[in-house]
């Protein structure tokens, strides 16, 4: 019985209080003097930990706790694309929106960023701005073959895990976070809320990959977690180009994008298979990088000659 109700518990309880506590910690070890990144990294680790011992507790189906020889791959990617990545990457792009961030600055008299509001309705409204080039990039990254190419990287997995939210080709993860934070650093967000708002994607990010069995009940009307994202990363196209919102899913219900079975038209649906249609995308970090290279290899079964240069 205790075991039940603890289950129940975790099952309602680990997002809300993950989203409301993550941002809250960042936030207290930032005032108590902490530097922003290494507060922003011990949270989010410690995070990724309890959902990884959630999954073995939890499962949502117990097929997805058995490696398929992608573990070393994403360790690999996610170190690229959200430790090492970032520390050049973030220079280039505010130096990139640093004039635009000037000129607005100077037509409006001063930043355009609410500095003065309460932190909280800072970090919604960064949320918000965020989401809204977050949701255009993503789109586009389906939509637009060359943009796909890269991005394919991230719907090789096949099967979802915490830690595979990090599968990222490096062009696909600098396109996302040029779009993500297009809106942000030219009204001239500040830090803490920037770290606030990286806290808040990495409970949604893991939330979306993790194979745990959650329920989101009236948090499904705005953030795209669990199951919304699940759908995602089906393998029919008409399934999976739905649901583009980082964290929420506000935009997917504006711009008609948004997909949920059952809770739409059919409770009893299932999701299927996950991943790409292609049998020979390689699923070795080397081979991923120069996959977005080989013609075709990110839709449907490559010739002979592409089959060799991807073994």
């Not at 922003?36 to 011990?42: D, G, K, N, R, S």
Request: with cysteine; hydrophobic share 45%.
């Amino acid at each position: 019985m205790k075991k039940n109700r603890l289950h129940w518990f975790m099952q309602w309880a680990l997002f809300p209080l993950a989203l409301v506590g993550t941002p809250w910690m960042i936030h207290t070890f930032i005032m108590s003097g902490v530097s922003v990144p290494i507060a922003t990294y011990l949270v989010v680790v410690s995070l990724g930990l309890l959902f990884w011992l959630a999954e073995y507790l939890m499962p949502f189906r117990e097929s997805w706790n058995q490696t398929k020889g992608d573990v070393s791959n994403d360790i690999i990617s996610g170190t690229v694309a959200y430790i090492i990545l970032p520390i050049f990457l973030k220079p280039l792009i505010v130096a990139a929106l640093a004039g635009g961030t000037a000129w607005l600055a100077l037509t409006v008299g001063g930043s355009l960023w609410p500095n003065h509001w309460p932190v909280g309705f800072q970090l919604v409204l960064l949320l918000l701005l965020g989401d809204a080039g977050r949701y255009w990039g993503h789109r586009l990254a389906h939509e637009v073959p060359l943009l796909w190419r890269f991005h394919a990287v991230h719907h090789s997995a096949e099967r979802l895990w915490w830690w595979n939210a990090t599968r990222q080709h490096p062009v696909d993860k600098a396109w996302f976070t040029l779009t993500e934070m297009l809106f942000p650093v030219l009204l001239g967000a500040e830090g803490i809320v920037l770290a606030m708002y990286l806290g808040v994607t990495a409970v949604c990010g893991f939330s979306q990959h993790c194979n745990i069995d959650l329920k989101l009940g009236k948090f499904y009307w705005f953030f795209n977690v669990v199951d919304l994202h699940r759908w995602h990363h089906s393998k029919k196209i008409e399934e999976s180009n739905n649901n583009y919102g980082n964290n929420l899913i506000v935009y997917d219900r504006l711009f008609g994008t948004y997909f949920h079975p059952e809770r739409q038209h059919d409770p009893s649906r299932e999701l299927g298979e996950i991943g790409l249609l292609n049998p020979y995308y390689p699923k070795n970090y080397l081979g991923q990088l120069r996959a977005p290279f080989i013609t075709g290899l990110d839709k449907e079964q490559p010739t002979s000659t592409e089959t060799e240069e991807v073994m």
